[in-house]
């Protein structure tokens, strides 16, 4: 199908598509074992959408493959000396990655079967993966000899083509068990201390007692799903995505992802304060169940929103401005 849509595409050297085919394998096997995570936990549970976006992107980005593989887009103009710091120190690097992320997939890997699926193993084989799938690419991708500078220059481009739908991989798989109860309990205490201090404002009695908030109705306790850390992962990589697909420059696709997290943030606050609203109106007891749940999505859809407003102004071409040209009469 590639062939007919890109009737160009035949001339990649043979080496660079065992090497995607490689990579594809590693893939596949990432995607097999955080699954069971994805299947288990409801805040992972878009983990499963993870390979199909991943295979748009790559599907997007193949005319652009194939331009880079043929030397299409390649010129002389700004590549880097093969001499410099710079140009010595990416093959290193590369070298390191390789290396690195074949031994933590290869550990992972080995451990499953004795340890069981754990957060560790999983995030392992995950980083490894990704080590090792950005190394072989920048390896195998082909390269112009005739042009000085060219082989880094060369290969870093295609590298950045897979650097996306590489690196997306992370965010299917699931945080260290202490990072992510850290990083819980400081959201669950900056969204409690927020709420409070509205309300406290709005002159409503309530009073905090760690992360509880005493309410005349009832008491209302900020809890691991209501902290944020379930949406922020959900909306990281819904703005990655978006990032991937519709931006081009690095720093913009940068302020893009932190949005998303600035938006995951502002609208799980938003929900918190809703919550209390309505159990400060209705009892603790009300806010269980249906309104909880639907207000929890409501947040990733917000957030979802909220982005593809963004993205036509981080998207915005510059206008240059022509100086008049006055006729001579």
């Known amino acids: ?48 959408l993870v390979p199909l976006f991943i295979a748009y992107l790559v599907y997007d980005r193949w005319p652009k493959v194939v331009a880079q593989a043929r030397a299409v887009d390649r010129g002389s103009d700004d590549l880097p000396d093969e001499r410099s710091g710079s140009a010595r120190l990416i093959p290193v690097a590369a070298f390191l990655s390789l290396i690195g992320g074949g031994a933590l997939f290869l550990s992972g890997a080995f451990l499953r079967p004795m340890a069981g699926v754990t957060h560790l193993n999983t995030l392992t084989i995950t980083l490894g993966m990704t080590g090792t799938v950005l190394a072989t690419v920048y390896f195998l991708a082909p390269t112009n ?39 819980s309990l400081f959201l669950m205490h900056q969204v409690t201390s927020i709420v409070f201090f509205v309300f406290d ?21 900020v809890a ?25 420059s690095r720093w ?13 943030f502002v609208a799980n606050l938003l929900r918190s304060i809703f919550l209390t609203s309505w159990a400060y109106r209705h009892g603790a007891g009300s806010i269980e169940g249906t309104i909880h749940d639907i207000s929890g999505y409501a947040v990733l859809g917000l957030t979802v929103v909220a982005l593809l407003c963004l993205l036509p102004i981080l998207d915005r071409k510059p206008v240059s401005h022509r100086p008049a040209v006055s006729a001579k009469g």
């Open 145 to 183: 000899a005739d042009l000085p500078g060219s082989r880094v220059n060369d290969r870093r481009k295609m590298v950045s083509l897979f650097l996306f739908p590489t690196a997306l991989w992370l965010l299917s798989a699931p945080m260290l068990s202490v990072i992510e109860n850290h990083l």
């Open 252 to 264: 913009k696709q940068a302020a893009l992802i932190i949005a998303s997290l600035l938006f995951a």
């Open 1 to 48: 199908m590639l062939s007919q849509r890109y009737p160009h595409a035949a001339p990649i050297p043979k080496s660079f598509v065992w090497g995607l085919i490689l990579a594809g394998g590693f893939m596949a096997f990432t995607a097999w074992d955080p699954s069971y995570w994805w299947r288990i936990r409801e805040d992972y549970s878009y983990g499963w």
């Open 201 to 221: 404002r709005l002159g409503l009695a309530l009073e905090q007692r760690g992360n509880v908030l005493i309410l005349p109705t009832g008491s209302v306790g």
């Open 224 to 248: 691991e799903a209501c902290s944020g850390i379930r949406s922020l992962t959900g909306c990281l990589f819904a703005g990655s995505f978006l990032a991937a697909v519709f931006l081009q």
